[in-house]
Each structure stands twice: as C-alpha cells, then as structure tokens.
T-cell receptor
C-alpha cells in the first residue's frame, strides 16, 4: 500500500527540548515538503526538498531543521529556538516540484 | 506576491442543498489551481486540480470547480450536500515559475440535517 506515513501522531515537547518528527514515503517521489498548520490559517511552508541531499528553506524555516539522506525520508527537527511550536505539522511529497502534492496524516505537537 | 482568498471561514448548508465554496487568487498569469479537503485531525486529500485545458474540472466525491480567468476565481461546487461532506476545504495556487503552493485560509463546511 503506497503512501506517506508520519509519526508520532501526537508529540509533547518540554521547554528547551529538541524534537524530531518523522515522515516516510514509499511513492518513489523525489520532492518532499513540511508544512505547519495553525487554526484559522492556511498551510505555511517550512522546508522543502527537491531531491536527496538537497533542501531549501520555506517561508517560516526559523527554529526548524531538516535532513534528506534518503529518498524515502524527510525528518523535521523542531529546535528550542522555535518559541511557539504548538501546531499541526503536515508532510507532503510529489513526483517533482511541478507535480501534485500528496499529504501524510499529520503530527500534532504540543508544549508541556 | 501571490495571494489566495477564500470567502467565508465557515459555510453552512442543509443536507441536499447546493454547496458553493469561493476561491479567488491574485495572479495575472493563470496559475495551477487546487482544492484539497481535510477531515478533523487528518492530512489533506486532493479533491481536484486545474492545470490547462477544460476550465470545468471534475473531482472526487461529486465536487467540481470552474476556472474563470476574467474573474480570477476557482469556486468549488457540489449539487447536493451530504453529511459526509462536513470538513475543511482549502484552495491553493501554484505559481508556474517556482511551483510553490500558496494556500487560502480554509473554509469549514457545516452540513445541517
């Protein structure tokens, strides 16, 4: 069954802690994306990767970091520098930047 | 900068009534246009998209949208609402130069029995 998986479904962060959100796809897509969703707002792009070992900042990259060591995986780290991390985080992938994006089920990050 | 406006953060219709969700964009060059649906605490699912060709696009679950260049609009419609249509709907626009998606703020569709 092809698709995009995100884990965990819920994640709790303590003050000053870094946390990593997982995103895996078995669709053989080259491009992957991370979005942040806040209530009443559209999605905002954090980082995107066009191909393995390459990634670019989106509109709100401050306080976040990513890696793309494998085609299937694009983990997002929320660092302690991100002062307001509580949000719903969505991972997406596409064949290329020009193609339609498909989304994972999301991870909800809460601060303790 | 390109922008997307969805009129109405909440739209309420009766079951069986017409659904109309509005989306306007700001680009002077016809972009790629998308509608996605999101059920509570889930990811987004593609409903339909317009890239080129026929301006009336049919999607899943009986939804369709019409691209109107003169009005810079891409409104989403469904002739008869079903309770299962209750969800949040997002319009997005992709610039043909950098392909990044610009998102509307979303419209929550409420279906009254």
């Amino acid at each position: 069954d092809g698709g995009i998986t995100q884990s965990p479904k819920y994640l709790f962060r303590k003050e000053g802690q870094n946390v990593t959100l997982s995103c895996e796809q078995n669709l053989n897509h080259d491009a992957m994306y991370w979005y942040r969703q806040d209530p009443g707002q559209g999605l905002r792009l954090i980082y995107y990767s066009q191909i393995v070992n390459d990634f670019q900042k989106g509109d709100i990259a401050e306080g976040y970091s990513v890696s793309r060591e494998k085609k299937e995986s694009f983990p997002l780290t929320v660092t302690s520098a991100q002062k307001n991390p509580t949000a719903f985080y969505l991972c997406a992938s596409s064949m290329s930047l020009q193609e339609t994006q498909y989304f994972g089920p999301g991870t909800r990050l809460l601060v303790l | 900068a390109q922008s997307v406006t969805q009129l109405g953060s909440h739209v309420s219709v009766s079951e069986g009534a017409l659904v109309l969700l509005r989306c306007n964009y700001s680009s002077s060059v016809p972009p790629y246009l998308f509608w996605y649906v999101q059920y509570p605490n889930q990811g987004l699912q593609l409903l339909l998209k317009y890239t080129t060709g026929a301006t009336l696009v049919k999607g899943i679950n009986g939804f369709e949208a019409e691209f109107k260049k003169s009005e810079t609009s891409f409104h989403l419609t469904k002739p008869s609402a079903h309770m299962s249509d209750a969800a949040e709907y997002f319009c997005a626009v992709s610039d043909r130069s950098n392909y990044q998606l610009i998102w509307g703020a979303g419209t929550k569709l409420i279906i009254k029995p």
